[in-house]
Nanobody, 129 residues
């Protein structure tokens, strides 16, 4: 059974770069046809797709974040990492790493749903002004 665990700082100052890592156990980050995804939930708002890195290493980013976002992976460590630059308080959210399959990912890009995929427990990130 796959397990995902987010790690990183709980607080970041505005204009800094947020870096979060997801460590995978029970599966390989190169296993087809999975998409290793970041989802976030700002306070009082719906779940929001951030981006993914696929088993093949291709990436996709939320358009509004594309200029600030990078998702990469370390296959030796079986981890993938989110880096979000120039953060503002609007980036405050609980960040989740999630494994989706190819049948789920297109729907999850527009309407993430906790009923699909395998989710980490989430990490609260607060951006201070």
């Amino acid at each position: 059974q796959v397990q995902l665990q987010e790690s990183g700082p709980g607080q970041v100052k505005s204009s800094q770069t947020l870096s979060l890592t997801c460590t995978i156990s029970g599966d390989s980050i190169t296993t087809y046809p999975y998409y290793w995804t970041w989802i976030r939930q700002p306070p009082g708002k719906e779940l929001e797709y951030v981006g993914y890195i696929s088993a093949a290493g291709t990436t996709d980013y939320r358009p509004s974040l594309r200029s600030r976002l990078s998702i990469s992976r370390d296959t030796a460590e079986n981890q993938f990492t989110l880096q979000l630059s120039s953060v503002t308080p609007e980036d405050t959210a609980v960040y989740y790493c999630v494994r989706f399959d190819w049948a789920q990912i297109q729907k999850m890009q527009s309407a993430p749903d906790r009923g699909f995929g395998s989710w980490g427990q989430g990490i609260q990130v607060t951006v201070s002004a």
